[in-house]
């Protein structure tokens, strides 16, 4: 998947290193409820992701430690900086996608009042916008731009960048040339961590970030 603007602010040339972190559960997530810019706090087993995340990154050298605006990525965030003494930079361009009138909804619900829409969503999501919410392309667009704006000014180190599902979603697809819909084939749970290379001609994923105990 590609987009107009992903090379807009130029990556350096050695490249960063980024942990790209999807924040953890939400009573929403466990709801399976669309988040958007809803903004509940993490529940029980998301702050236990967020410290197991941050076990994970504790022995790494962190340069900077960036998130979403809202609330749940802002505390996976901030169990992560503690064991560096690092502040968590807001980076308002990592924040979910615009959901609209289905924030709040199930796929379920949203299905019976928004079927031809929400199927089209599902097919060639870059070109949907939710009813009153953002175009998924634009969501592509801002979220890669920031992480080449956040790599430019790490050059040569490591930084963790914490976001949401499908902003997660399109960095994945865009860095693997995925056709659109592809990008709902991927893994992507509470939690997780991608290690990215990004670099002024490319995003490559490296991997994902695992622990002692395998998960």
């Not at 399976?32 to 504790?58: H, K, Y």
């Not at 909804?105 to 949203?110: F, S």
Request: proline share 6%.
């Amino acid at each position: 998947m590609t987009t107009r603007d992903a090379t807009e602010v130029r990556a350096p040339h050695r490249g960063c290193l980024v942990h790209l972190v999807r924040h953890g559960r939400t009573p929403l997530n466990a709801q399976g409820r669309f988040r958007g810019r809803e903004n509940p706090s993490l529940d029980g087993v998301g702050r236990a992701e967020a410290d197991r995340a941050a076990g994970r990154l504790r022995d790494v050298v962190l340069r900077e430690i960036c998130s979403s605006p809202l609330a749940r990525a802002q505390e996976t965030a901030a169990a992560i900086a503690s064991p560096h003494a690092l502040n968590v930079n807001v980076e308002p361009d990592l924040r979910d996608l615009d959901y609209g009138s289905w924030s709040g909804r199930t796929p379920d619900e949203v299905a019976r009042t928004d079927g031809d829409l929400y199927r089209k969503f599902l097919s060639d999501p870059t070109e949907v916008s939710p009813p009153g919410g953002e175009l998924v392309r634009s969501a592509a667009d801002r979220v890669l731009r920031a992480l080449h704006r956040i790599a430019f000014r790490n050059d040569g180190a490591e930084i963790v960048a914490v976001t949401h599902d499908v902003p997660i979603r399109l960095v994945l697809a865009h860095a693997a040339g995925l056709a659109a819909g592809g990008m709902w084939e991927l893994e992507v749970p509470t939690g997780s961590i991608r290690r990215l290379e990004v670099t002024d001609a490319r995003i490559s994923v490296l991997g994902e970030v695992e622990g002692l105990d395998g998960r």
